[in-house]
C-alpha cells in the first residue's frame, strides 16, 4: 500500500502557465510537508501544515500556494512558473508537527521541467 | 538560524566500514535526523539521535554529542546498494520544520 503519494511524477510545462501536484497520504498522519529538491540535491522545506492549517511557510514566492482540502490531502499549486521553479518537489507527511522522533515519510517525488 | 555541514562526498568499498559527520549550528536544538535518499528516489528514514550517544540499528549506526554540536552516521558491513546520499537534519527553532544538511554522496565499489 502507497504511504504517501503524488501525481504527476513528471511535470514539463512552458514559462507562464499554472500547473498543481496533489499530494495524499493514508497513515492517518496530522502534518503534511513540501520540499523542493534542487539539481544539487539540496532539499529545502516550503511549507508544513498541521490538521489542514498552515504552519510553515520558509520564504516561498507567493506564486505558490499550497491547499489542504482534508488532512490526508495537501496539494501545490503554482503559477506563472519560471526556469528556476524546475525541481523535484517531494511530499511528506508525519504524525504531528512537533519536535521530537518524528519521522517524516516522503512521497516519490513530482520532476518538474519548466521550457 | 539553523546549518548543517556535512562532507560532500565519500567513497568506500564493499564490506568496509564509513563515517558520516555532520556539525551543526542552531538556535534551540531538539534532535539530529538521518535521511537516506537513492537517485530517483524519496529520502527515507533512518535514524533520530535526541541525547548523547550511539544508536545501532542493524548495519547503521549514529552517534550524537550535544555539547560538540556534532553527530556522525557509522554504516558497517557497506554493500553496492548502500551507494546513496545521506542527508543529516535538524529541527528548525520553533521546532516544526527538519531543516537538511547538503547531503554526502556515498560510493560504493567492489
Known amino acids: 500500500d502507497t504511504a504517501v503519494s503524488q501525481t504527476p511524477k513528471y511535470l514539463v510545462t512552458q514559462m507562464g502557465n499554472d500547473k498543481s501536484i496533489k499530494c495524499e497520504q493514508n497513515?492517518?498522519?496530522?502534518?503534511m510537508y513540501w520540499y523542493k529538491q534542487d539539481s544539487k540535491k539540496f532539499l529545502k522545506i516550503m511549507f508544513s501544515?498541521?490538521?489542514?492549517?498552515?504552519?510553515i511557510n520558509e520564504t516561498v514566492p507567493n506564486r505558490f500556494s499550497p491547499k489542504s482540502p482534508d488532512k490526508a490531502h495537501l496539494n501545490l499549486h503554482i503559477n506563472s512558473l519560471e526556469l528556476g521553479d524546475s525541481a523535484v518537489y517531494f511530499c511528506?507527511?508525519?504524525?504531528?508537527?512537533?519536535?521530537?522522533?518524528?519521522?517524516?515519510?516522503f512521497g516519490p517525488g513530482t520532476r518538474l521541467t519548466v521550457l | 538560524g539553523q546549518s548543517l555541514e556535512q562532507p560532500s562526498e565519500v567513497t568506500a568499498v564493499e564490506g568496509a566500514i564509513v563515517q558520516i559527520n555532520c556539525t551543526y549550528q542552531t538556535s534551540g536544538f531538539y534532535g539530529l535526523s538521518w535521511y537516506q535518499q537513492h537517485d530517483g528516489g524519496a529520502p527515507t528514514f533512518l535514524s533520530y539521535n535526541a541525547l548523547d550517544g550511539l544508536e545501532e540499528t542493524g548495519r547503521f549506526s549514529s552517534f550524537l554529542s550535544r555539547s560538540d554540536s556534532y553527530g556522525y552516521l557509522l554504516l558497517q558491513e557497506l554493500q553496492m546498494k548502500d551507494s546513496a546520499s545521506y542527508f543529516c537534519a535538524v529541527y528548525n527553532q520553533a521546532g516544526t520544520a527538519l531543516i537538511f544538511g547538503k547531503g554526502t554522496t556515498l560510493s560504493v565499489s567492489s
Open positions: 511528506a507527511s508525519s504524525q504531528d508537527g512537533t519536535s521530537g522522533n518524528n519521522e517524516q515519510f
Open positions: 501544515y498541521n490538521n489542514k492549517e498552515l504552519i
Open positions: 497513515l492517518g498522519h496530522d502534518t
